[in-house]
């Protein structure tokens, strides 16, 4: 997958938990539309140097895509970042990183191509980077991310963490 696209979840989560370097070691670039960008400007918080760094690295903020009538009618219960990101996902074919179950549900009855912060672990873990999914997880979520036992569950069983 050439191109991915993130929305600002996932980017803060792996910022609280001093992560969000995976992205671009991964992917080498990951783009952001301007809602997006605006988000994570106005976060403050232990994070925010993490985001300023990767904004001046591998984080590329991109022109507002052209929403077709489909990508409209299906991102309508969305905000206005999810929106944007689902839009950019789909004019640039690319991969949508989201965690927000309605902006999954959306990007992929569009046809694309999703993961999420777990999925994004999960394929670090399995590219060779030497860490652990489950102590992250519980870290993310005492850092005020919500994540459910079920979710959690779930990610060590994909993780072979069980």
Not at 135 to 147: A, D, S, T
Request: hydrophobic fraction near 50%; charge should be neutral.
């Amino acid at each position: 997958m050439s191109v991915v696209v993130s929305d600002t979840g996932p980017l803060i989560a792996l910022a609280k938990i001093d992560k969000l370097y995976l992205l671009g070691d991964m992917f080498g670039e990951v783009l952001i539309p301007p809602a997006v960008h605006r988000e994570l400007l106005a976060k403050s918080g232990p994070e925010s140097a993490r985001l300023d760094e990767a904004l001046q690295g591998f984080l590329k903020s991109v022109s507002a895509p052209h929403v077709v009538p489909e990508v409209k009618l299906a991102t309508v219960r969305l905000d206005c970042g999810e929106r944007e990101a689902v839009a950019l996902a789909y004019e640039r074919k690319g991969m949508l990183v989201v965690d927000e179950r309605l902006g999954r549900m959306a990007a992929r009855g569009l046809g694309l191509v999703v993961t999420g912060v777990i999925g994004i672990l999960i394929r670090a873990k399995q590219s060779g980077f030497e860490l652990r999914v489950v102590p992250l997880l519980e870290e993310m979520r005492q850092k005020g991310y919500w994540l459910s036992d079920n979710v959690l569950a779930v990610a060590a069983k994909l993780a072979g963490e069980t």
